[in-house]
């Protein structure tokens, strides 16, 4: 387990810690892990955004779906065309 030091603004604090407390209780550790699941739903938020980007960035590429190999329909099947 890692130790992060930060600073943060005072009244951001407050509303974290109540936040905290209201989610988890008032027990040893709520704030680290209060802390914790933040940063994790910051980490999986940026997740999703640079999965969207890149899916983005594939569509305007466009799709290369080869190049005809026919001319008509027939050719696509092993069978004259005729009456039946």
Do not use: N
């Amino acid at each position: 387990m890692g130790t992060i030091r930060i600073s943060i603004y005072d009244d951001t604090g407050k509303r974290f810690r109540a936040a905290a407390k209201k989610k988890l209780g008032d027990r040893k550790g709520y704030l680290g892990k209060a802390t914790t699941e933040a940063l994790e739903a910051m980490v999986r938020q940026q997740s999703r955004v640079e999965r969207a980007i890149d899916a983005l960035a594939l569509r305007e590429t466009g799709y290369l779906l080869g190049t005809h190999l026919y001319t008509e329909r027939k050719d696509l099947y092993d069978r004259a065309t005729g009456s039946y």
